[in-house]
């Protein structure tokens, strides 16, 4: 598809850079009329991180009125994209669409109770040693694994390739979705407030940790196996369900959240870009596990680009990084007290670090801003902690001397376009990121 700049965006050659109006009274011409993008049609721009590698993001560019959709409504959103196969699709949203609004009694199945769930299963009568995947359906763990997968049923939502979702407006998103993108190509999400899905179900595992934890399903959105897929302006949240809200059982936080953004199973060519990611645990993991077969599946891939996002009020995972070549610059982090880490650096990932603001309390630490999972060297150059440039790499080794970091990626990222200045990237960034700042 042939495309052309416009206003700093690239537009499809289709849709124009202008449109003159003119207006004729007598010999006086009007003036052409101001052109406004249309951002249902923008597409990823030329070395625009990972994402414009190759064949670059499209997404829904190229459809037709037949294949463009408005929706209000979960169940008109989820038709739209069933709608028209893989024909370039562009689906606006308009307003806040609510995935969760059954509540959860809506998903539940004939005979599960959650107190006799929690008599069943308490660790004074069940023990710390065994698990309930064994258990049968008609148990309360089997009650409960139908119960969720109702609601798995229902919150999610298949994204199909050539599709542009986009927000219409300043107040348009998507509460308690889970969006899958999942083996497909080009594919763009713009300008939506994704509000974390609340599992209903979270599942108890008495072996995971001494203490045990309660396990959630569900991420706003995940990237599986998927190739050309530009994540921008979006803001990702809690809401109305922060983890401070949440009940405890046993002793354990009944966590119902699991990530924001998940970029896994061989997934490949993503941008992610001016996004807020907030107020969360888990945010972004990239490469979901050590195993074997998981490694075969993700060398190679997971070619990932983080540049203008703001992570604001995270715990971790900004990103949690297995294999893949990841390029995170001019990024601003603003930690509060319950901060642990930024980066995670795990199974022979090569993340490149660079140019990026940290904004730190002074109860924590430079050194906490990096996590050492597994051996593997990255680079982590030109970052500024409260204004400061420091070496993260050195104040990281200094401070945890048993995770000692190596330095050296291996490889320098070519797909970027602006580079902000450290210093200036808090003030650009805090004010251009998230969603309703699309321009």
């Given amino acids: 598809m042939r495309t052309q700049k416009c206003h700093g965006r690239v537009m499809a050659a289709a849709v124009g850079c202008t449109a003159l109006v003119l207006a004729v009274t007598g010999t006086a011409t009007a003036a052409p009329a101001p052109h406004t993008p249309d951002t249902a049609r923008q597409v990823l721009g030329a070395k625009d991180g990972w994402g414009s590698y190759g064949t670059g993001t499209t997404g829904g560019a190229k459809a037709d009125a037949a294949h463009t959709y408005t929706v209000t409504t979960w169940e008109g959103f989820k038709a739209a994209l069933a709608a028209g196969g893989s024909a370039p699709k562009i689906i606006k949203v308009k307003g806040t669409i609510d995935a969760d609004g059954p509540g959860c009694s809506a998903f ?3 005979g599960y109770d959650f107190d006799t769930y929690l008599k069943t299963y308490a660790p004074e009568t069940w023990g710390r040693d065994r698990d309930l995947d064994a258990e049968p359906d008609d148990s309360p763990e089997g009650l409960r694994r139908a119960s969720a997968a109702q609601q798995d049923k229902y919150i999610k939502a ?8 986009v927000g219409v407006g300043k107040g348009a998103g998507l509460k308690g979705a889970s969006l899958q993108i999942k ?3 080009n ?5 939506l407030t994704l509000e974390s899905p609340l599992d209903c179900f979270p599942q108890w595992d008495p072996t995971d940790t001494a203490d045990g934890n309660w396990n959630s399903e569900y991420d706003s959105a995940v990237i599986t196996g998927s190739t050309h897929v530009w994540i921008d302006h979006n803001t990702f949240t809690d809401g109305d369900h922060p983890n401070s809200t949440l009940p405890h059982h046993y002793g354990r936080i009944y966590e119902q959240h699991d990530g ?12 992610v870009s001016w996004n807020v ?3 969360h645990d888990k945010t972004i993991l990239i490469g979901n596990s050590d195993s074997a077969s998981t490694a075969a599946i993700d060398r190679g891939h997971l070619k990932v680009t983080l540049h203008h996002n703001l992570f604001r009020n995270l715990i971790e995972r900004a990103p949690r990084v297995r294999f893949g070549q ?3 610059y001019n990024n601003h982090f603003v930690a509060n007290a319950d901060y642990g880490y930024s980066y995670g650096i795990g199974m022979e990932s090569q993340l490149v670090a660079e140019h990026n603001a940290f904004t730190l309390p002074r109860s924590v630490a430079a050194g906490r801003i990096l996590k050492k999972w597994k051996e593997a060297p990255l680079t982590a150059a030109d970052n500024y902690v409260n204004g400061r440039r420091t070496d993260l790499i050195a104040v990281h080794n200094a401070q945890v001397p048993g995770e000692i970091l190596q330095p050296g990626a291996g490889w320098t990222p070519v797909l970027r376009t602006r580079i902000d200045h450290p210093r200036a990237v808090p003030g650009i960034v805090d004010h251009q990121a998230g969603a309703g700042r699309l321009r």
């Fill in 326 to 328: 990841v390029d995170s």
């Fill in 187 to 191: 594919v763009i999400v713009r300008n």
């Fill in 108 to 110: 539940e199945v004939p």
């Fill in 277 to 279: 990611f907030e107020e």
């Fill in 158 to 165: 298949n994204i199909p390739a050539n599709t542009t979702v």
């Fill in 183 to 185: 083996n497909v190509d």
């Fill in 260 to 271: 924001q953004l998940d970029i896994v199973k061989g997934a490949d060519y993503v941008t």
